[in-house]
C-alpha cells in the first residue's frame, strides 16, 4: 500500500483550487487538467492514458487501474501479446502435467487387461515445472493486485481466491517433497483448473451467468427429484415381490387362460423385474434415473412386459412426463434464463467499452492544445491521430477511423463526435475479396467469363459427386473379396482421372480470379490445398508402384502399401465432397454458425476443461486401481461369484478401457458417461467395484455435464442460428463481403446505450483518477 501512495495520489487532472486560479472550472463545463503552460511530459501521460483506456475498450477491460506514467508501462507490458502468450504457455503446461505424473498416461491402451506399466517421472521433475509456474503465478498475481490498488484488491474475489490457490497449491508442493512424492492424495491437482478460470473474463461471465440461472434450474431439477421419487416408490410397490399381484390379477388371470402360460412362469417375470431393477431403494432410483435419460429403454421394462402388457403404461408415463416434458421444459428454462443473463453480460461489456472511449476523451481534452475558454470539452484531431499511432488495434478498425477523421472538416471533436468514431469497433467485421485479374485479350476474357462463372462451380460439384459414386461402386463390389484377390487396377485409373481433373479446374480458376482473389475464399484454399496434397500422393503412389495396369497389386513397398495409398486418396477424395457447402445456402447457413459458435465458444469450452479435469482428478483418487481384471478367460461364457455374467455388464461388454488408473483414460470415461449411452453399465460396475456410494459421483457427473452444461450448449448454439437466420433474412446476399461477428456483436442489435451521465457518475468513481467534473 505504501509503496503504490504516490502513484495512486497522482491526480489525472492538477488541482481544483490550480484549476480554479485559473478560470477552467465551470459548472457543467469539460473538463480541464493542464495549464497553457503545461509541460510536454504532461501532454506524453495524458497521450498514454487515452492509448490504454482505448484498449481496455477494445478488449472490453476494466479501467479501474492506476494509471501514473510507470504503472500505465506496466500495464501495457502485461497485457502485451508476448506476456499473455507465457501465461497461457504457463497454465497449458501445469494442466498437461495431468497426462505425465503419477499416474502417467503414457502407455498404449488404458484396458486393464494389456496395459504395460507406465513410466512415471522421477521425484522432482514434474515438481519442479510446477515450481515454475507458480513463480510465474506469483508474478501474475502481483502484476494484476499493484496495478488494481490496495482498495480495489479487497474488492476483487477472483484475486483473493488467486491468492488462496497459489497459497494451498505450494503448501501441497512442500508436503508432496516431503513425502518423496508417495503420496495419493495432492490438492493442487483439483486446483489447477481455477488458473485457466481466472485468466479469462469471458469465462468469468459465463460463469456468473450460469450461477445466476441455478435458482431458476433448481426448481425443474426439485420437479424432477419428486417427480423420480414419486415413481420410485410406486415401482417399489408396483413390482414388489408377490405371487399374484393385486392390481393386475385380473389382466394375469387372462392373459394365462388365453395364452396357455403358466401361473408360476408369470410369477417368474415379475421375480425378474424386481430382482435386476427394484430390489431395494437404491437400485430403484437408479433404475428410473437411468430411464430418464433413456438409456437404459426398453431393458428395464422387458421382464414386466413380458408378463403383463399393462405395465408398459407404467414406463411409457415415467418417460413422457421426465424425458419429454420435464427434462425438455429445463432445456427452455435454461435457454430464457441464461440467455437473459449472459445478454446482462454483454451489456456491462459494452459499457465497459464505452467507458474506456470516454475515459480517452476526457483525458485528450486536458491536452494544453484545447482552448481555455471553450463551453464544451474538445479533441484536437492532431491528439487523436497521436493516440491512434500508439494504440494496438485491428488495422481495419484504425483504417475506417483514420478515413473518417481525414473526412471530418472539422479540428476538434466533441464528446458524441468522439464516441461515434469509436463505434466502428461494434460492427461486424467485413471482409472484401480482392478484385479479379482484367486481361486485353478478347480470348482471355471469354476463358475468364466461363471459368469463373459459378457453373463451372457446379460442373466441379457433379464431378466430385461422380467421383464419390465410382468409389462407392467399386468398394461394393470389392468388399467381400480377399486381399490377395482385389485389383487396383480400376480404383487406381479413377482416382488418377479426377485429380488430374481437380488439378486442371484449379488453375482454371486461379487463372480466371487471379491467385489472390481464388486465395481469398475459404472454400477455394480447401479445395487447393486437398488437391495438391491427393496430387502429390498420386505422383508418390505412381514412383513407387508404377502406373496403374490391370492386376495391379505390387508387393508392400515404402511405409504404405498401394491398398493404404488408394485408401487415403479416397478418404481425401471424400473429404473434398464438402466443397459442394458453400453452393447450397441452407447447409452454409448451418456450417457458418457451427463455425462462428466453435470461435466463440471458447468460455463455454473452457468451463468444460475445468469441469472435465476436476472430476477425472477427483474420479483418479476415488476409483484408482478399483477396476481389477477376471484374467485371460472370455467375457461370454464365464462365471464370476459363482453366477454367469450376464449380459450388459461392465465385464460381459469389454468396458476395461473404461477406468480411472490415469488421467486420460479418466477423461475418455467421464465423456461415455457425459453421452449417457450405457452409463448405467458405469454406476453399477463401479458400484459393484469400489462402493455404492459410487453413483453419487457419476449422477452428479451427470447433471453437471449432460444436463446444464449440454443444455447451456443448445442455448448458445440456438441464440446463434436465431441470430444468423434473422439477420438472412433482412441482409442482401453479397457474393464478395464476409461478415465475421462475436459474442458481443450477437447481441449488439438488443443492447442499450449507456447514457452521458452513467458514464461520467462511473468515472468520478474511478478510484485513480481525479476529474473536474
Given at each position: 500500500m505504501e509503496a503504490g501512495a504516490g502513484a495512486e495520489a497522482e491526480p489525472l487532472l492538477p488541482p481544483q483550487s490550480w484549476r480554479t486560479r485559473r478560470g477552467l472550472w465551470r459548472a457543467g463545463g469539460g473538463a480541464r487538467s493542464a495549464a497553457e503552460d503545461g509541460t510536454g511530459t504532461d501532454n506524453d501521460l495524458y497521450i498514454n492514458q487515452a492509448?490504454?483506456?482505448?484498449?481496455?475498450?477494445?478488449?472490453?477491460?476494466?479501467?479501474?487501474?492506476?494509471?501514473?506514467?510507470?504503472?500505465?508501462?506496466?500495464?501495457?507490458?502485461?497485457?502485451?501479446?508476448?506476456?499473455?502468450?507465457?501465461?497461457?504457455?504457463?497454465?497449458?503446461?501445469?494442466?498437461?502435467?495431468?497426462?505425465?505424473?503419477?499416474?502417467?498416461?503414457?502407455?498404449?491402451?488404458?484396458?486393464?487387461?494389456?496395459?504395460?506399466?507406465?513410466?512415471?517421472?522421477?521425484?522432482?521433475?514434474?515438481?519442479?515445472?510446477?515450481?515454475?509456474?507458480?513463480?510465474?503465478?506469483v508474478v501474475d498475481v502481483s502484476v494484476k493486485s499493484y496495478l488494481i490498488g490496495w482498495e480495489e484488491f479487497w474488492k476483487n474475489k477472483w484475486l483473493m481466491a488467486y491468492i488462496l490457490t497459489l497459497i494451498v497449491s505450494l503448501t501441497?508442493?512442500?508436503?508432496?517433497?516431503?513425502?518423496?512424492?508417495?503420496?495419493?492424495?495432492?490438492?493442487?491437482?483439483?486446483?489447477?483448473?481455477?488458473?485457466?478460470?481466472?485468466?479469462?473474463?469471458?469465462?468469468?461471465?459465463?460463469?456468473?451467468s450460469i450461477n445466476s440461472t441455478l435458482p431458476e434450474m433448481a426448481s425443474v431439477v426439485l420437479l424432477l427429484a419428486v417427480h423420480l421419487s414419486l415413481f420410485t416408490m410406486f415401482a417399489m410397490l408396483l413390482f414388489a415381490r408377490t405371487k399374484l399381484f393385486a392390481k393386475f390379477s385380473f389382466f394375469c388371470v387372462f392373459l394365462s387362460s388365453n395364452t396357455g402360460i403358466p401361473g408360476h412362469s408369470l410369477d417368474g417375470q415379475q421375480d425378474k423385474e424386481w430382482?435386476?431393477?427394484?430390489?431395494?431403494?437404491?437400485?430403484?432410483?437408479?433404475?428410473?434415473?437411468?430411464?430418464?435419460?433413456?438409456?437404459?429403454?426398453?431393458?428395464?421394462?422387458?421382464?414386466?412386459?413380458?408378463?403383463?402388457?399393462?405395465?408398459?403404461?407404467?414406463?411409457?408415463?415415467?418417460?413422457?412426463?421426465?424425458?419429454?416434458?420435464?427434462?425438455?421444459?429445463?432445456?427452455?428454462?435454461?435457454?430464457?434464463?441464461?440467455?437473459?443473463?449472459?445478454?446482462?453480460?454483454v451489456q456491462s461489456s459494452l459499457f465497459r467499452r464505452r467507458l474506456g472511449i470516454r475515459a480517452a476523451f476526457e483525458v485528450l481534452s486536458s491536452l494544453k492544445e484545447t482552448p481555455a475558454n471553450a463551453q464544451q470539452s474538445y479533441v484536437s484531431v492532431g491528439?487523436?491521430?497521436?493516440?491512434?499511432?500508439?494504440?494496438?488495434?485491428?488495422?481495419?478498425?484504425?483504417?475506417?477511423?483514420?478515413?473518417?477523421?481525414k473526412m471530418c472538416s472539422c479540428d476538434q471533436l466533441s464528446a458524441t463526435q468522439f464516441q461515434k468514431l469509436f463505434e466502428e469497433l461494434d460492427k461486424d467485421a467485413i471482409k472484401q475479396h480482392p478484385p479479379s485479374p482484367e486481361y486485353q485479350s478478347h480470348f482471355m476474357q471469354k476463358m475468364q467469363f466461363a471459368f469463373g462463372h459459378p457453373y463451372f462451380g457446379y460442373l466441379g460439384n457433379v464431378v466430385a459427386l461422380a467421383n464419390i459414386i465410382s468409389i462407392c461402386v467399386v468398394l461394393v463390389m470389392d468388399a467381400d473379396k480377399q486381399p490377395s484377390e482385389r485389383d487396383d487396377f480400376f480404383l487406381g485409373a479413377i482416382?488418377?482421372?479426377?485429380?488430374?481433373?481437380?488439378?486442371?479446374?484449379?488453375?482454371?480458376?486461379?487463372?480466371?480470379?487471379?491467385?489472390?482473389?481464388?486465395?481469398?475464399?475459404?472454400?477455394?484454399?480447401?479445395?487447393?490445398?486437398?488437391?495438391?496434397?491427393?496430387?502429390?500422393?498420386?505422383?508418390?503412389?505412381?514412383?513407387?508402384?508404377?502406373?496403374?495396369?490391370?492386376?495391379?497389386?505390387?508387393?508392400?513397398?515404402?511405409?504404405?502399401?498401394?491398398?493404404?495409398?488408394?485408401?487415403?486418396?479416397?478418404?481425401?477424395?471424400?473429404?473434398?465432397?464438402?466443397?459442394i457447402i458453400p453452393n447450397m445456402k441452407f447447409m452454409a447457413l448451418v456450417v457458418t454458425t457451427l463455425l462462428d459458435l466453435v470461435k466463440n465458444l471458447r468460455a463455454f469450452a473452457g468451463i468444460l476443461v475445468v469441469v472435465f479435469y476436476a472430476f477425472a482428478i477427483t474420479g483418479i483418487m476415488l476409483f484408482k486401481g478399483a477396476v481389477v481384471p477376471l484374467g485371460n478367460i472370455s467375457a461370454i461364457n464365464t462365471t464370476y461369484d459363482n453366477g454367469t455374467l450376464q449380459c450388459g455388464t461392465y465385464e460381459q461388454l469389454e468396458y476395461w478401457p473404461n477406468n480411472f488408473d490415469?488421467?486420460?483414460?479418466?477423461?475418455?470415461?467421464?465423456?461415455?458417461?457425459?453421452?449417457?449411452?450405457n452409463w448405467q453399465v458405469f454406476l453399477e460396475a463401479f458400484s459393484r467395484y469400489s462402493s455404492p456410494w459410487?453413483?453419487?459421483?457419476?449422477?452428479?457427473?451427470?447433471?453437471?455435464?449432460?444436463?446444464?452444461?449440454?443444455?447451456?450448449?443448445?442455448a448458445l448454439l440456438l441464440e446463434n442460428f436465431i441470430h444468423k437466420w434473422d439477420r438472412r433474412c433482412h441482409r442482401e446476399s453479397l457474393s464478395d463481403i464476409e461478415y465475421q461477428r462475436t459474442v458481443e456483436l450477437m447481441f449488439r442489435d438488443v443492447l442499450e446505450e449507456p447514457t452521458e451521465e452513467e458514464l461520467m457518475e462511473k468515472l468520478h468513481q474511478h478510484p485513480h483518477l481525479q476529474l473536474c467534473r
Open positions: 492509448v490504454v483506456f482505448i484498449e481496455d475498450a477494445i478488449q472490453y477491460r476494466s479501467i479501474n487501474h492506476r494509471v501514473d506514467s510507470k504503472s500505465l508501462w506496466l500495464y501495457r507490458w502485461y497485457y502485451s501479446r508476448t506476456c499473455q502468450w507465457i501465461l497461457s504457455l504457463t497454465i497449458t503446461i501445469i494442466l498437461a502435467l495431468a497426462f505425465i505424473e503419477k499416474p502417467s498416461s503414457l502407455t498404449v491402451t488404458s484396458d486393464v487387461r494389456y496395459r504395460l506399466p507406465a513410466w512415471n517421472p522421477p521425484c522432482g521433475l514434474t515438481e519442479s515445472i510446477e515450481l515454475l509456474c507458480f513463480l510465474v503465478f501441497d508442493w512442500i508436503v508432496s517433497l516431503s513425502f518423496l512424492c508417495a503420496e495419493d492424495v495432492r490438492i493442487r491437482r483439483i486446483l489447477r483448473p481455477f488458473f485457466l478460470l481466472q485468466n479469462s473474463s469471458m469465462m468469468k461471465k459465463t460463469l456468473k430382482v435386476g431393477y427394484f430390489r431395494n431403494l437404491p437400485d430403484s432410483l437408479t433404475s428410473l434415473l437411468v430411464l430418464l435419460t433413456t438409456a437404459n429403454n426398453p431393458d428395464v421394462m422387458i421382464p414386466a412386459y413380458s408378463k403383463n402388457r399393462a405395465y408398459s403404461i407404467f414406463f411409457i408415463l415415467f418417460t413422457v412426463l421426465g424425458n419429454l416434458f420435464l427434462m425438455n421444459l429445463l432445456t427452455a428454462i435454461i435457454y430464457n434464463q441464461f440467455r437473459g443473463y449472459l445478454l446482462k453480460s491528439a487523436l491521430l497521436q493516440v491512434l499511432q500508439k494504440v494496438e488495434m485491428d488495422c481495419r478498425c484504425k483504417q475506417a477511423i483514420m478515413r473518417s477523421l482416382n488418377c482421372f479426377f485429380i488430374l481433373y481437380y488439378l486442371l479446374e484449379m488453375l482454371l480458376k486461379i487463372l480466371a480470379l487471379g491467385l489472390k482473389r481464388y486465395l481469398s475464399y475459404p472454400s477455394n484454399r480447401f479445395d487447393g490445398l486437398l488437391t495438391v496434397i491427393l496430387l502429390v500422393l498420386e505422383i508418390s503412389t505412381f514412383a513407387v508402384y508404377g502406373f496403374p495396369h490391370p492386376g495391379w497389386r505390387p508387393e508392400f513397398m515404402g511405409l504404405l502399401s498401394l491398398w493404404d495409398m488408394v485408401r487415403l486418396v479416397n478418404m481425401l477424395i471424400v473429404f473434398r465432397f464438402l466443397r490415469d488421467f486420460a483414460a479418466a477423461v475418455v470415461t467421464l465423456w461415455d458417461v457425459m453421452v449417457v449411452n459410487a453413483k453419487i459421483y457419476f449422477v452428479v457427473w451427470w447433471l453437471i455435464s449432460s444436463v446444464i452444461w449440454v443444455n447451456l450448449f443448445v
